[in-house]
């Protein structure tokens, strides 16, 4: 049981270059988030998924995709990169709220990104 | 605007003392409040969580009190440990669950043997 997986660990981009963030989870959960982390700021919601199909909004979504064709895979996409897109990334899986039993949100390990 | 906001942004406790971390948050709309843990290098991990309906849980260690009042939560941590050295997160959410987390700015928690 692997939890939730992010790739790449570690990333570089040139101004203006695209890429995705991969994240992955094994524990059929129906929530799947996106944050970035950022020093002092914590971490903000970028987009969010509550199920395979459907999308939404956080709280800073700009320069960002994302897509959830499957209940286990929710990728984070940049089409564009700025500078202002360097940050930590973090995906995170959850389930849905059933009466009191957990409802823990599971966070990968991270993807850090550089854009120069 | 910071809808969660988290005190102090750092802190040093010698070992065995009482670690104590603030937030205060704005949307009365929020239920559940949970505090995550991060090593470096690591992704958060839930460490406690309370919903409002009570005003203090503890599991070992770690204590939540909640002041709905007041919009304020804290995290107490009773005899801290070096490994209890980590960065601190309160965070809140409005569906009762663990699911669209609205984060404070973080507390790293040095805790000196």
């Known amino acids: 049981n692997a939890g939730v997986t992010q790739t790449p660990k570690f990333q570089v981009l040139k101004t203006g270059q695209s890429m995705t963030l991969q994240c992955a989870q094994d524990?059929?959960?129906?929530?799947m988030s996106w944050y970035r982390q950022d020093p002092g700021m914590g971490l903000r919601l970028i987009h969010y998924?509550?199920?395979?199909?459907?999308?939404d909004q956080g709280e800073v979504p700009n320069g960002y995709n994302v897509s959830r064709s499957t209940t286990e895979d929710f990728p984070l996409r940049l089409l564009s990169a700025a500078p202002s897109q360097t940050s930590v990334y973090f995906c995170?899986?959850?389930?849905?709220?059933?009466?009191?039993?957990?409802?823990?949100?599971?966070f990968g390990q991270g993807t850090r990104l550089t854009v120069v | 605007q910071q809808q969660v906001k988290q005190s102090p942004q750092s802190l040093i406790v010698q070992k065995g003392g009482i670690s104590i971390i603030n937030c205060a948050y704005e949307?009365?709309?929020?239920?559940?409040f949970p505090w995550y843990q991060q090593f470096p290098g690591k992704g958060p991990a839930l460490l406690i969580a309370?919903?409002?309906?009570?005003s203090e849980k503890k599991e070992g260690r770690f204590t939540i009190s909640f002041n709905k009042s007041a919009k304020q939560f804290s995290l107490h941590i009773m005899d801290s440990q070096p490994g209890d050295s980590a960065t601190y997160f309160c965070?809140?959410?409005?569906?009762?669950?663990?699911?669209?987390?609205?984060f404070g700015g973080g507390t790293r928690l040095m805790v000196k043997p």
């Open positions: 995170a899986s959850s389930s849905s709220y059933l009466g009191q039993k957990n409802t823990e949100a599971f």
């Open positions: 965070a809140a959410s409005k569906d009762n669950a663990g699911n669209m987390l609205t």
């Open positions: 524990m059929n959960h129906e929530y």
């Open positions: 998924s509550v199920g395979a199909g459907i999308t």
């Open positions: 949307n009365t709309a929020f239920d559940y």
């Open positions: 309370i919903r409002p309906d009570v």
